[in-house]
């Protein structure tokens, strides 16, 4: 069963970068079953996606944060990050880690609340 | 983007109570929508995928339907454990986008 789990700081002041990591058990970032996904829900507010990577090297970004964000895999520890530039207080929510199979969200990390605030 | 509008937002139930949220996209999805139910403070649970397809170990009163433009999920005989916020999501043209959430409450 794949396990997914959200790691970073849970306070970053306005304009610095986020870089957040989502470590991957019981299956291998390598795989090419799953899309390793970013998605995050401001507080009391609906879900985004953010974007997404494939272990071909495929990266698929949400336009709408495509001009600050990167995502990266490390596969010599299974674990894949998201870095979000430029961050301010519309950034602020619960940034979740899943991994996908054809488009679909099977399974979700448990999120990591990202306050932005100085 | 393609645009995801659930309806109701809010709808009031109770136990045993056949209960229907729907989901229109702004343009065809064909079958590539799936439906997540969140509890406050935990992740989205993965309900349904390919628009009617049952996630493994997801019961049976959960059912979806539907195909293009409009889709609905509904929940048979509503359940204390069902008490949730539910999400349709498309998953045919990149960005993936959600719709807005409907809360089933008491």
């Known amino acids: 069963q794949l396990q997914l789990q959200e790691s970073g700081p849970g306070l970053v002041k306005p304009s610095e970068t986020l870089s957040l990591t989502c470590t991957v058990s019981g299956g291998s970032i390598s795989s090419s079953n799953y899309y390793w996904d970013w998605i995050r829900q401001p507080p009391g507010k609906g879900l985004e996606w953010i974007g997404n990577f494939y272990y071909s090297g495929n990266t698929y970004y949400n336009p709408s944060l495509k001009s600050r964000v990167t995502i990266s895999v490390d596969t010599s520890k299974n674990q894949f990050s998201l870095r979000l530039s430029s961050m301010t207080a519309a950034d602020t929510a619960v940034y979740y880690c899943?991994?996908?199979?054809?488009?679909?969200?099977?399974?979700w990390g448990q999120g990591t609340l990202v306050t932005v605030s100085s | 983007d393609i645009h995801m509008t659930q309806s109701p937002s809010t709808l009031s139930a109770s136990v045993g109570d056949r209960v229907t949220i729907t989901c229109r996209a702004s343009q065809s999805i064909n079958s590539w929508l799936a439906w997540f139910q969140q509890k406050p403070g935990k992740a989205p649970k993965l309900l349904i995928y390919?628009?009617?397809s049952l996630e493994s170990g997801v019961p049976s009163r959960f059912s979806g339907s539907g195909s293009g433009t409009e889709f609905t999920l509904t929940i048979s005989s509503l359940q204390p454990d069902d008490f949730a916020t539910y999400y349709c999501q498309q998953y045919n043209t990149y960005p993936w986008t959600f719709g807005q959430g409907t809360k089933v409450e008491i």
């Open positions: 899943a991994g996908s199979m054809g488009g679909i969200s099977t399974q």
């Open positions: 390919k628009a009617s």
